[in-house]
């Protein structure tokens, strides 16, 4: 048997009691309650009282709240949503779809490896956060090296998916820029601040590579302490190191201090060569006093080598040079040159030599002089020349040639060039050694 309820006109609503033995009884509340309030159970089955809960006529449901602002919105001094499996290989989640129905998002637990997966762009996992607590980005296991187990890792098999950036703007004034801070302190307590002590390594930026098996470590940077700590002062040093290539397969191969940039602010190069691999660049001296006729600063050249002179004037038919050993020098513009050699043979023509390592400067002097080059002279030692009352010779060099001139010892002598039968005209020839050091341009 139920209740009919008839409208003034037409329509009707009942209500049926179940089909079962026993009864049922509701008591409805004392009052009408608020406007869109639901009814449910007291603590006594069957009497009814107001709920939390409302639905207002644009159908937002709150609970906790009479004027919700989404579809469903919560209002509590500790307020969650739980989701609870009731297996314990379940999984619990939030699925986000589109009008269309597909699912493009999702945030889910899985109970049975006890991960939280974070999925967009049509379910394609974007974030994982392990049972370890570790933040993995773009994959969805551990790819750290050497047991790192870091605590955030980002992998991606593009260079998008695997890059970062920190960015800031600051308006219209400086501000602070975007940092990458790495803090080390002595002790267990992570809130601390524990004096670190000289030596301690501070923190790392460590490179790997793939040999095709195992992530190997081909270079770091690393910071460290560069000596004795006291309140308000760290010293601090970088260290730069590489690892070397193997002439064969082996061991691993660790990187090892290349460079150190210490506290001091000294720079110091372990094991290689400082290259300047662009002509013309070099070491600045800029920082230092300069003379008045200063016109460069820039050493930007060294370099050291053999040289062989060749005879330009002064020889005959039959004639031999024969050079025993020739080195230059070369320090920025700075040229010295080394020569031995034996000539055999020659005329009355002047000695000359030629073909120096690098060509003399030709830009003069601020007075104005130019034409072909600055001048130099060098000391001669020699050997069995065939000329007498001479016991000194000069090497001059000008216009890219190599003169050889002696001074008679009398009053308001000049000076005369040797010519090449004085050098080579006795028996096996005369002997030269003379060093001679001049600028390039």
């Known amino acids: 048997m139920g209740l009919s309820l008839r409208g003034q006109t037409s329509g009707a609503i009942d209500i049926n009691a179940p089909n079962v033995a026993g009864n049922n009884t509701i008591t409805l509340p004392g009052s009408n309650g608020a406007a869109n309030q639901f009814y449910k159970n007291s603590g006594t089955a069957g009497t009814l009282t107001h709920s939390s809960m409302i639905e207002t006529s644009a159908g937002l449901v709150g609970i906790g709240t009479d004027n919700p602002s989404t579809k469903l919105h919560l209002l509590a001094t500790d307020s969650y949503l739980t989701m609870q499996s009731s297996s314990a290989s379940g999984n619990a989640g939030i699925l986000f779809k589109d009008s269309g129905g597909t699912q493009n998002g999702v945030i889910f637990y899985d109970f049975d490896d006890d991960y939280l997966k974070f999925s967009t762009n049509t379910d394609s996992e974007a974030l994982r956060i392990t049972s370890a607590g570790q933040l993995l980005i773009n994959h969805d296991q551990d790819v750290a090296p050497d047991g790192y187990a870091s605590k955030l890792q980002l992998a991606d098999d593009s ?8 960015k800031r703007a600051s308006g219209s004034t400086a501000g602070s820029n975007p940092a990458l801070i ?88 372990h094991d290689g060569n400082l290259i300047f691999e662009t002509a013309g660049t070099g070491i600045d001296f800029s920082a230092t006093a300069n003379a008045a006729g200063m016109t460069n600063e820039l050493l930007d050249d060294y370099e050291e080598g053999f040289w062989t ?26 040229v010295t040159i080394c020569c031995e050699l034996v000539f055999e043979g020659g005329d009355t023509g002047n000695f000359r030599l030629q073909s120096l390592p690098f060509n003399l400067d030709t830009t003069g002097t601020t007075s104005g002089q130019t034409g072909s080059g600055m001048s130099a002279v060098g000391s ?62």
């Open 159 to 166: 260079y998008q998916g695997s890059s970062t950036v920190w």
């Open 182 to 269: 790495l803090q080390k302190v002595r002790g267990s307590d992570i809130n601390g601040q524990g004096a670190v002590v000289d030596s301690d390594s501070i923190g790392q930026i460590r490179l790997y590579g793939a040999d095709g098996t195992n992530a190997i470590e081909c270079a770091n940077i690393s910071a460290r302490v560069d000596n004795t700590v006291s309140t308000n002062n760290v010293p601090g040093k970088l260290v730069f190191s590489t690892a070397k290539l193997l002439g064969g397969q082996g061991s691993a191969v660790m990187p090892t201090q290349a460079m150190t940039i210490k506290a001091s602010h000294n720079v110091e190069i």
């Open 309 to 334: 002179p060749t005879i330009n004037s002064g020889s005959a038919p039959g004639s031999i040079l024969t050079v025993t050993r020739g080195r230059y020098t070369k320090v920025g513009r700075k």
């Open 380 to 441: 001669v030692m020699f050997n069995n020349l065939n000329i007498t009352t001479v016991t000194s010779i000069t090497a001059y060099l000008w216009s890219n040639l190599i003169y050889f001139y002696f001074t008679a010892g009398t009053d308001g002598a000049s000076w005369t060039e040797v010519n090449g039968a004085q050098v080579g005209g006795n028996t096996n020839g005369g002997n030269l050694i003379f060093t001679v050091t001049y600028f390039t341009a």
